[in-house]
């Protein structure tokens, strides 16, 4: 956590909402982190049970380039349940009916709402849909795993990447300063941006492949200078429409050619040598090696879906040998020397059956036949086969990319992947 608050310091925040998972280490512990912060925790729905008073501010009002904008954080009360097993002091208020309430005393000072919402995508709909003072929700939480970018009731919606791969960026252009201000987006202009954005993102891709291979070639260069050519023609297009306000939201992938901060690289090493010292790898149950083979499937319940590779092997001896010396044999054992309240993040990609047959938290929890990336992590479950089981024979490039993301796995090859594991293409 002092990680992330000295970046967040480097990196100049204004605010920052107070969601669930900053709550897993009880509040005493987040009251003390936040003291570090130059910025403001921000809840307005997260009160003390007995005197119902925001445990931290519930909003925060920045002027910024002669706008005043008010900032609002709200917590999904559907996390109260589990909160008061924490801390049964604290207590989550109905978010909606907080926001309306809020946001009209807030509309009298600002020329601008923006709400800081870890309600979930569909909640973050509802808030929209009931209430127009708002005129920005940046959404995070709840069950979304995807970016979303979308107009509920005139008001805007966005959501980025999980995992960190992309930041956000609104800018707002500023014509008319009569009051109440209003923002708008033209289909036009949307169309335009839209353009504007791919256009960036090839010119920040082909700046992060030369950056990567060292390489300039003469048809990348001329390319470049191609795309950024068309930028700035269409950059003088959206200038000539700016008599209106209006906004434009741009997602920035995190690439190569992003450069590093020395700051917080320093910081990140010394996170990582600290952390090393007070996690300390643990043995875990493995694939498969510490009981016989028989006792082992024995114990694989019977009602489960995923019957681990080792069922496998009666069949697919060969490429069970060939899996057990693959980096997917061993994908929980690298993240065991990860805090507890990182791993949950990373066993969905780490494990096989995460979120199918339960969403275990730590390494400890995968039932004892899932460990590494199975069989049927890219197969699918294993129960009934052979015979009428839900077997796919051939893994397609959309099942891999489900983890070995551009951010997450850079230089992935899905032919030479494949070759690694010991799997063919077939025709």
């Excluded at 353009?195 to 291979?213: F, G, N, P, V, Y």
């Excluded at 879906?305 to 010396?325: D, M, P, Q």
Aim: charged share 30%; aromatic share 6%.
């Amino acid at each position: 956590m002092d990680l992330l608050i000295q970046s967040y310091n480097e990196m100049g925040y204004d605010a920052v909402n107070v969601g669930e998972k900053d709550l897993m280490m009880r509040l005493k512990f987040l009251s003390d982190v936040s003291q570090k912060a130059k910025f403001p925790f921000v809840s307005a729905n997260l009160v003390d049970k007995k005197t119902v008073k925001s445990i931290f501010k519930p909003y925060v009002i920045k002027e910024i380039g002669g706008l005043r904008i008010g900032i609002v954080g709200l917590l999904d009360d559907a996390f109260s349940p589990i909160l008061q097993e924490r801390d049964p002091e604290l207590s989550i208020l109905e978010p909606f009916s907080t926001a309306k309430t809020l946001a009209r005393s807030l509309r009298e000072n600002c020329d601008l709402i923006v709400v800081l919402s870890q309600l979930g995508e569909s909640k973050d709909r509802k808030l929209a849909r009931e209430n127009r003072e708002i005129d920005l929700i940046l959404g995070g939480g709840g069950e979304a795993k995807k970016a979303v970018k979308e107009r509920v009731n005139e008001v805007p919606i966005y959501r980025l990447e999980p995992r960190g791969g992309y930041l956000g960026r609104i800018d707002y252009s500023l014509a008319d300063i009569k009051k109440p201000i209003k923002f708008m987006i033209s289909s036009e202009r949307d169309e335009l941006e839209k353009r504007l954005e791919r256009l960036i993102t090839r010119s920040m891709q082909i700046k992060s492949d030369m950056a990567r291979s060292g390489k300039q070639k003469e048809m990348r260069i001329k390319e470049l200078k191609f795309l950024e050519s068309k930028q700035k023609e269409l950059e003088k297009t959206l200038i000539a429409l700016e008599d209106k306000n209006f906004y434009r939201h741009t997602s920035i992938p995190v690439q190569l050619s992003v450069k590093d901060d020395l700051k917080i690289l320093k910081a990140l090493e010394t996170y990582r040598t600290e952390s090393g010292k007070l996690y300390k790898p643990k043995m875990v149950a493995g694939s498969g090696k510490e009981l016989p083979e028989k006792e082992m499937i024995a114990r694989i319940p019977k009602e489960s879906t995923f019957v681990g590779a080792i069922s496998c092997k009666k069949c697919h001896e060969v490429n069970y040998r060939n899996w057990l010396k693959t980096k997917h044999a061993k994908a929980s054992q690298t993240i065991v020397a990860s805090p507890k309240y990182s791993q949950e993040e990373c066993l969905i990609c780490h494990s096989t059956g995460y979120g199918k047959i339960g969403e275990y938290i730590t390494v400890e929890e995968i039932p004892f036949y899932l460990h590494g990336v199975q069989c049927e992590a890219c197969h699918g479950e294993g129960k009934g086969h052979p015979g009428k089981g839900k077997i796919e024979r051939k893994v397609t490039l959309g099942t891999c990319r489900n983890c070995h993301t551009k951010d997450q796995s850079p230089t992935f090859n899905y032919i030479a992947y494949l070759e690694k594991i010991g799997c063919k293409i077939t025709k």
